[in-house]
């Protein structure tokens, strides 16, 4: 079982940057691909970056803005998140599995509670 809790959300004005963190149980956690996934109001769950390993993969819509890492010794992943759109806001979730490299939200086994991201135009 791992247990996902994210931090880090909050209120930006467009332009801004916010840093998202992870924090995972488990001993394990570097073996896991850590996904970081959003859902703005009255939308399907999208995704928004990946990464297995020391392997990332982006969403379009927030590559060169984006960027995801880890700190396997303390288990938590990161996004950084630069260059912050209005289109940007919505509830961010971090979500972890031990066997997939998948985008869809429905391979993922663990998904934190979420964290509230705001960019004011």
């Known amino acids: 079982q791992v247990q996902l809790v994210e931090s880090g959300g909050g209120l930006v004005q467009a332009g801004g940057s916010l840093r998202l963190s992870c924090t995972a149980s488990g001993r394990t956690f570097n073996t896991y691909t850590m996904g970081w996934f959003r859902q703005a109001p009255g939308k399907e769950r999208e995704f928004v970056a990946r990464i297995r390993w020391s392997t990332t993969n982006y969403a379009d819509s927030v590559k060169g803005r984006f960027t995801i890492s880890r700190d396997n010794a303390n288990n938590t992943v990161y996004l950084q998140m630069n260059s912050l759109k209005p289109d940007d806001t919505a509830v961010y979730y971090c979500?972890?599995?031990?066997?997939?490299?998948?985008?869809?939200?429905?391979?993922?086994?663990?998904w934190g509670q979420g964290t509230q991201v705001t960019v004011s135009s």
């Open positions: 979500a972890a599995d031990r066997d997939t490299w998948g985008t869809s939200p429905s391979v993922y086994d663990y």
